[in-house]
């Protein structure tokens, strides 16, 4: 049966959840303990466990446990201290893809998120084309794998990202809501803790078909009123609860991993053009304006050199963001050495207002950074014309001949399906 858009009355959420992302992120250095029992977590007598591979997980080893009762069901894993340095920024780079999709992200923890992606739909080729793209996305930009649950709420898209793990995609079409939960067991239900699935232990009720079975006012009297409320609720599929954006966002940026090292100027400038018309167009979405620009070059030995620079005035388009990139890097003098990565961010960003003035980069009016407000609006313009036709329906000439891989091309990744929703190739626009 092909999946569409049409398996959702309402809303499209996407739950993007790293896939052991402590012990995936200490992986990439040390990649020769792949397949083995790997467990992160620090050294005290009462640390616990952070993160465990699956191949540890199989053993019972689980994320919370203290150590000691880790290391007496996997006697021979792998124990790796956390290394701090790296999670924050993988976790940026991950969010960053999210968000290069729709600005409706929700992060709730450094490697999971929720994306309301209704809207973007149309633009994007449907939810599974989406979450292909994501998955592929986040691998490409880090080695790290995510899974993700699509639905049409956040419980069940939650419920559904844990049940496809690890490598996986499920979608769950609200007309399949209460299959797919009603033989799941109580304390597997997001949001229901040990105590919660005792108690219900106790009167019988094991799975969530079964709690659906008992009736409001015995849930209530059962576990008080609000969490009796709540389960009635989730058990049946209903979670109202809406994408919430943290507005605090201080920047956007997007970053770009080369195929290849590279010294080529020519392939970093038009990378850095790409990257700066992506910005732009989610800054112009939600309608802020930056008063900054920043670059980030890292180079073959994963040396990261940085540079920012304040605007007396906001900008929005992807010429000004170029501009100020291209300024940037040539103030970084010669290239160190070959380049593996390029990003681009906007900075201190505040809310765009309709009578906005010519800019200048730095009010000297030396460097020629003018902001022409027609340019504003021919940008403005692209975005409209890319909702309609999608993400290469209208790229500047530079970008089609720089031969820079488009964000989502028609074939949206490879994302393992389980059953019993299998995702067909058929819904892929
Ligand atoms: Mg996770």
Redesign the pocket.
């Known amino acids: 049966m092909a999946r569409t858009a049409s398996d959702f009355r309402d809303r499209v959420i996407l739950h993007v959840?790293?896939?052991?992302?402590f012990v995936n992120v200490e992986l990439l250095r040390r990649p020769e303990l792949r397949g083995r029992q790997v467990v992160v977590a620090g050294s005290g007598p009462r640390s616990v466990v952070l993160s465990a591979s699956y191949e540890a997980r199989e053993l019972g080893v689980g994320s919370a446990m203290p150590v000691s009762r880790a290391r007496g069901l996997a006697p021979h894993a792998v124990y790796i201290e956390p290394s701090h340095g790296g999670y924050r920024d993988y976790s940026q780079r991950i969010m960053e893809v999210l968000r290069s999709v729709t600005d409706l992200v929700e992060q709730v923890s450094v490697?999971?998120a929720f994306l309301d992606v209704t809207g973007s739909l149309r633009r994007l080729g449907g939810p599974v084309a989406i979450a292909r793209g994501i998955r592929r996305e986040i691998y490409e930009a880090t080695g790290l794998v995510a899974s993700i649950g699509v639905a049409g709420n956040k419980f069940i898209a939650k419920m559904a990202s844990t049940g496809s793990k690890p490598d996986g995609l499920w979608l769950v079409p609200d007309d399949r809501i209460l299959d797919f939960l009603d033989p799941l067991p109580v304390r597997r239900l997001w949001g229901v803790g040990e105590k919660t699935a005792a108690n219900l232990d106790d009167a019988g009720l094991r799975t969530s078909g079964d709690v659906r079975g008992a009736g409001l006012d015995y849930l209530r009297r059962r576990l008080g009123q609000a969490a009796g409320t709540h389960l009635h609720q989730i058990v049946r599929g209903i979670d109202e609860r809406p994408v919430v954006v943290e507005r605090t966002e201080k920047s956007m940026g997007a970053e770009h991993t080369f195929t290849y090292d590279t010294d080529d100027l020519q392939e970093i400038r038009a990378v850095l053009l790409q990257l700066s018309h992506d910005v732009a167009r989610r800054l112009r979405r939600s309608g802020r304006r930056a008063r900054g620009v920043a670059i980030k070059v890292r180079d073959r030995d994963f040396r990261t050199h940085s540079r920012s620079r304040a605007l007396d005035q906001g900008i929005t388009t992807g010429r000004e963001v170029y501009e100020g990139a291209v300024r940037l890097l040539t103030e970084m003098g010669p290239l160190p050495s070959r380049v593996r990565l390029v990003g681009v961010r906007v900075e201190r960003l505040d809310e765009g207002d309709a009578g906005r003035q010519l800019s200048l980069w730095d009010g000297d009016g030396s460097a020629g950074l003018h902001a022409a407000p027609e340019w504003d609006e021919a940008e403005s313009a692209m975005d409209v014309i890319r909702e309609r036709f999608g993400p290469r329906g209208l790229q500047p000439a530079r970008l089609v001949r720089g031969g820079v891989k488009p964000r989502y091309g028609p074939d949206g990744g490879s994302g393992a399906c389980e059953d019993p929703y299998p995702v067909s190739d058929e819904n892929e626009a």
């Not at 959840?17 to 992302?21: E, G, Y």
């Open positions: 959840d790293m896939d052991a992302f490697d999971e």
